[in-house]
């Protein structure tokens, strides 16, 4: 039977120390409920439109400024006039769309309201390969009033780019995303936000997609820079 050199053995062992020791790590320098304590409030539940062929009629978004502007996924539940957006602790507002890009599939809402907690746009976050990330969202829209959104944590599997080649994905979006090794854009979860272990602002999860070649479904966030 064939053995291995025995460099090769130590080698390959110390390969497998250096991945548990960086699974181990501490996820950031605050404990992750600090972080969910800190990053929660600044995320938002948004209803619209919806319910026509199995469309769900909500999402999720973030605040990006103290004076209540923020960040959504650009989808059929803005196509109303009556949107709903529902902070953190469970105050509603009626929110308006101020902007919209469809080929990045990104929407901006403004509700009357101030001094609220947000992210910062233009934080200078970066992640690599590999790196430990956190997705907040309202998916399958569990949360309807003052309950939390949703965590999950995941592993940014590649900084890549996005390219509807020979129709296998069918979005108008092709550009840099973050491809993230978790159930992230689950249904109600588009426009979430992707963040580093700190809580610091990395993307916004992008809406369901899935390859039509192979039908597998695909986890990202656009990067918010």
């Known amino acids: 039977m064939y053995r291995a050199p025995r460099f090769q053995q130590v080698f390959a062992a110390l390969g497998v120390i250096a991945l548990l020791a960086a699974f181990a790590a501490p996820l950031s320098a605050a404990p992750p409920d600090e972080i969910a304590r800190q990053t929660l409030p600044k995320m938002v539940k948004i209803y619209g439109a919806g319910g026509l062929q199995g ?17 959504t996924a650009w989808s059929t539940v803005l196509d ?16 308006e ?81 973050y491809i993230v090794d ?13 963040t580093d272990v700190n809580g610091n602002l990395l993307g916004i999860l992008g809406k369901e997609l899935r390859n039509s070649e192979n039908s597998i479904w695909l986890n990202f966030a656009i990067p918010a820079e």
């Open 55 to 71: 469309l769900e009629a909500y999402q999720s978004g973030f605040l990006f400024t103290a004076e209540g502007h923020l960040l």
């Open 97 to 177: 769309l101020v902007g919209y890009d469809p080929r990045l599939e990104v929407a901006v809402l403004k509700i009357e309201a101030e001094g609220l907690p947000h992210f910062n746009l233009h934080g200078g976050a970066h992640v690599r390969t590999g790196s430990r990330v956190l997705a907040f969202s309202n998916l399958y829209g569990v949360a309807t009033g003052d309950e939390p959104a949703s965590l999950q944590l995941g592993i940014v599997s590649a900084p890549t780019t996005l390219q509807a080649r020979r129709g296998a994905f069918q979005t108008p979006y092709q550009g840099p995303v």
């Open 182 to 194: 978790a159930m992230t854009n689950n249904p109600g979860a588009a426009g979430g936000a992707l």
């Open 80 to 95: 109303t006039d009556y949107i709903t957006v529902i902070l953190d602790d469970g105050r509603k507002y009626q929110g």
